[in-house]
């Protein structure tokens, strides 16, 4: 369906590190399509976490794979009373291979956060755009 005008109001604050710069651009995508709101009625600010954790350990001792989890704890504050009208968390999960090339699995590591961060800002905008649409968010 279509995103509620709202979104287009939304101005996104920076978020601190190369991937909460990552998020910080995919969030820009996702509410601002057209651009920056030249007079935003909201702002939104984001405490971004990672964790990395090894998940498939061979007899050898070793892993072949890894959970990299992204945790988004945002808050949306209306301009004009800087009042908080939405406050969620969302977490975003990925796996990547280690490989025998150290190379090779910090490429994977780099892409696997690359895929998150882009999922997390998709997983941010619906639950926004459901916030304007009059839906309860879930975990509320």
Not at 28 to 33: E, S
Not at 93 to 107: G, K, N, P, W
């Amino acid at each position: 369906g279509d995103a509620p005008a709202e979104l287009a109001q939304i101005k996104v604050t920076p978020i601190p590190d190369r991937i909460g710069q990552q998020l910080h651009n995919q969030l820009l995508t996702a509410l601002n399509p057209d651009g920056r709101p030249e007079k935003p009625q909201y702002v939104l600010t984001t405490r971004l976490q990672e964790s990395l954790s090894s998940i498939g350990v061979k007899k050898t001792g070793f892993s072949t794979r890894a959970n990299l989890s992204l945790t988004a704890t945002y808050e949306m504050r209306n301009v004009k009373s800087d009042q908080p009208v939405f406050q969620a968390q969302s977490v975003i999960t990925v796996s990547y291979d280690i490989l025998d090339s150290e190379f090779a699995t910090l490429m994977a590591e780099k892409e696997a956060r690359t895929r998150a961060a882009r999922e997390l800002g998709e997983e941010m905008r619906v639950r926004i755009a459901a916030f304007f649409s009059g839906g309860k968010p879930q975990g509320q």
